[in-house]
């Protein structure tokens, strides 16, 4: 296939996952059966999200201009460990190794290995050298080089096991946001967004607040009532209960408008449910510390991140920051 025939099935994907398809109806409901945190809703929306962020015509041509990109490349096998913490995660890797022309070993995270591998069959359907340039395996082995992604012990182990061949390798990030105090309704819903979508646990979800001294809390736990019928939803009533009476029982200060708990804390990396905060009294100051932290994949506010834009990524939008296209350029 050529960089045309390739941009086409993407496009034709693309198309595939807008429609009113009975099939994908049946694949979103089986990975939710998998994996209950992948509800028809988060599914939905990653779908939806792929195929307008990734998959239209447009994008794709504007992503693969900016690198020049053509069919004078010497194809390599690529090695590809995929995370499997929120639907689809991994996409953004397969579509930046089959675009650029090479091919591809994949192997799935067991939370997540029912939505990716139903569109490589129907990649399959529309063009049978698919088969020639995407594998699935448990553990990829003998490529020319490796993208991998899960949490730092688990990266401690890629680097052990891949750190002799061209890698990159991803571990745990989170993202946080940067309040003023003079957000509005609407803004302070659409920062609930950046929190609950996917249950909060992807590295684009905001998972830490900086406010400043004498932050009026009570706005925002209003406006984060749009997601109360989180409580529904029996693994992550079962965290907000647990980490609740947690805090009670160490009589540690909190608040809560019964779908989230709010707790002052430095920690970046609050439990299911939850969501730490900290006060600032130099926004700017908050903000240069933010950049230069490896920990943070995206940053939320007014002058960064817009509010309700965290978990709508897009081609140029590159896990950890490590520009995929570039990498594989570089082999």
């Known amino acids: 296939m050529n960089l045309s025939q390739r941009i086409l099935l993407m496009e034709k994907l693309g198309n595939y996952l807008t429609s009113d398809s009975r099939e994908l109806s049946t694949i979103k409901q089986k990975a939710y059966e998998k994996n209950k945190w992948f509800t028809e809703e988060f599914v939905t929306l990653a779908i939806k999200n792929i195929a307008i962020q990734m998959l239209q015509k447009g994008n794709l041509q504007n992503w693969i201009s ?15 460990v995929m995370a499997g913490n929120i639907p689809l995660v ?3 890797d397969f579509l930046s190794v089959f675009i650029s022309g090479h091919s591809q070993v994949i192997k799935f995270s067991e939370k997540d290995n029912v939505l990716l591998p139903h569109f490589i069959e129907k990649l399959t359907e529309w063009e049978h050298e698919i088969n020639q340039v995407i594998e699935v395996a448990d553990l990829p082995k003998g490529c020319d080089a490796y993208i991998a ?3 730092n012990n688990s990266s401690r182990y890629f680097r052990h096991y891949f750190g002799k061949y061209p890698s990159l390798i991803r571990s745990n990030k989170t993202s946080a946001a940067i309040l003023s105090g003079e957000e509005s309704k609407e803004e302070l819903e659409l920062l609930a967004d950046d929190v609950h979508t996917f249950f909060g646990l992807g590295c ?5 607040l900086f406010v400043p001294v004498d932050y009026d809390f009570l ?6 009532r749009k997601y109360n019928y989180f409580t529904d939803h029996t693994k992550y009533k079962n965290n907000y209960d647990y980490n609740l009476a947690f805090l009670i029982m160490n009589q540690k200060k909190y608040m809560t408008n019964e779908s989230i708990i709010l707790a002052e804390d430095e920690n970046i990396f609050p439990a299911v449910s939850q969501l730490h905060y900290t006060f600032y009294e130099n926004k700017n100051v ?16 007014k002058g960064s991140i817009e509010f309700g834009q965290a978990q709508n990524p897009g081609l140029f939008d590159y896990a950890d920051g490590a520009d995929i296209i570039q990498f594989l350029l570089g082999l």
Do not use: M
Request: net charge positive; hydrophobic share 35%; glycine share 10%.
């Open 66 to 80: 900016y690198y020049r990109l053509d069919d004078n490349i010497r194809p390599k096998s690529i090695g590809i």
């Open 90 to 92: 991994g996409f953004h």
């Open 149 to 151: 992604t899960g949490s």
């Open 204 to 208: 684009r979800n905001v998972t830490k």
């Open 219 to 224: 706005p925002f736990l209003k406006a984060f």
């Open 286 to 301: 908050i903000a240069g510390e933010l950049k230069q932290n490896e920990n943070i994949q995206c940053i939320v506010g």
